[in-house]
Structure formats: C-alpha cells, structure tokens
C-alpha cells in the first residue's frame, strides 16, 4: 500500500553539524507534509510543514525539501545542538475534511547528537 | 499551561480490564484527534472529532473501543476487554480549523497503557 517511510532509522552527528533527514513518500496524492520531533516520553511536536507546490521551506535553523520527482522529503538541521537529540517523523496527510485531515506518519529517525 | 493534556500518563492494567483516557485539548480547538503508537512505529490514526461530533474512525478502531466528546471540549477513549496487543502510547491532539492552520496538529504528551 501506499505509505510515508524513512530511509534510515538513526543518525548520529556531532554538536555543530548540519543534520539531514530523509524521508520516502509513495502517495502522489499528498499535498502536505510535516515534520515532527518527539522526545522520550513526550508527544511529537511540530517543527515545520511544507505544502506540495512549494520546493522549500526555512524556519529557525531548519529547512524542508520537497522533491515531488522522486516523491522525497528531507529535514535540514543546521548547527545540531545537543537538545535536537530526539525521534523525528515525517507525515503526510491522508485525510479529508471529514477527517480532519487527519496524518500518516512513518517510523522515524532518531537522532542522536554527540559532543 | 495551555497545551494538550492527558491523564493519565501510564496505565497498567490485567487483560480483559477496561480502561479509559481522558484528553483535554487546546481550549479554541475545535479539533481532536485520538492516535495510538507502538514502540519504535510512527502515530497511527484511530478517530477525529470536530466539536462533539465524531466523524471519522480508523479501522484500527476495533468494537472494542469507543471515543466521546460529549460536550466538544475534552474527550475520552475507552477501551474494554483489554488485550495485550493494545500495550501503545495513547496520543490525542487538536487543531484549529482556519485558512494558515489547516493541518497542523499540536500533541499531548500521551497516555502509556500496559496491558499485562
């Protein structure tokens, strides 16, 4: 079926790199994707969306890429901070107005940051 | 704090117990979504309301388990007959409709359940 997946599980960087982050869609039908962040024991938390007639998206020290080509997205993480270490999703919507738009997310990426 | 909460944070509870969560959204959204997540796997959709109505439900959303916002504000997810496969994090999030802020989500910090 149709899904959202990553293409790594976990990533390491150190403290002061760029991080990226990469994500698989195969739902040509998708018009909107989020990036979310979830630390150990909290709910994800929204970092940045992006919708599909848009290539590129900036907010603080983080940027998407959408490449509708080859149905890719990526999170760009610049100068990764020891408080970036977390799981991050990547979602699409699958929904409509009767589900609110709800999301599909796939199994994200964990990030790890080292000193 | 004005965010998303739910209560409990953990629940442990036997097989074939019933059990049941509360979600308080953001005071102004009018709406809620329950997700479930097993460990190591992404959310996955169980049901949305807009205000008290529910007007979607995953197929995940087995007989067993029933949602309410009776009142449009908070929200409960219940499940009866507990099974060990229901062991997930319990997630509710809202959301505001309007123009900018058509998809975005906002979580709580979800409810652990442990069916043993």
């Known amino acids: 079926g149709e899904s959202v997946g990553l293409h790594l599980p976990t990533l390491s960087v150190q403290e002061g790199d760029n991080s990226i982050i990469n994500c698989a869609y195969s739902n040509s039908a998708s018009d909107y994707f989020i990036w979310y962040k979830q630390e150990s024991g909290k709910g994800p938390q929204f970092i940045i969306d992006i919708r599909s007639n848009m290539d590129k998206r900036q907010g603080q020290r983080v940027t998407v890429l959408l490449n509708k080509t080859v149905k890719h997205l990526s999170l760009q993480i610049a100068a990764t901070q020891p408080g970036d270490s977390a799981v991050y999703f990547c979602?699409?919507?699958?929904?409509?107005?009767?589900?609110?738009?709800?999301?599909?997310f796939g199994k994200g990426t964990s990030l790890l940051v080292t000193p | 704090d004005t965010g998303v909460s739910q209560d409990p944070r953990h629940k442990i509870t036997k097989r074939g117990q019933n059990v049941t969560f509360r979600c308080d959204p953001i005071?102004?959204?009018?709406?809620l979504y329950w997700y479930r997540q097993t460990l190591g796997q992404g959310p996955e959709f169980l049901t949305y309301?807009?205000?008290?109505?529910?007007?979607?439900k995953s197929r995940l959303l087995s007989d067993r388990f029933s949602a309410e916002r009776p009142k449009g504000s908070f929200s409960t997810l219940e499940i009866q007959r507990t099974e060990q496969g229901d062991s997930a994090m319990y997630l509710c999030?809202?959301?505001?409709?309007?123009?900018?802020?058509?998809?975005?989500?906002?979580f709580g910090p979800g409810t652990r359940l442990t069916v043993t």
């Open positions: 005071s102004e959204h009018n709406r």
């Open positions: 309301f807009q205000n008290e109505a529910q007007l979607e």
């Open positions: 979602a699409e919507n699958i929904g409509s107005s009767n589900s609110g738009y709800a999301l599909n």
């Open positions: 999030a809202s959301s505001q409709a309007g123009a900018l802020t058509l998809y975005e989500q906002y």
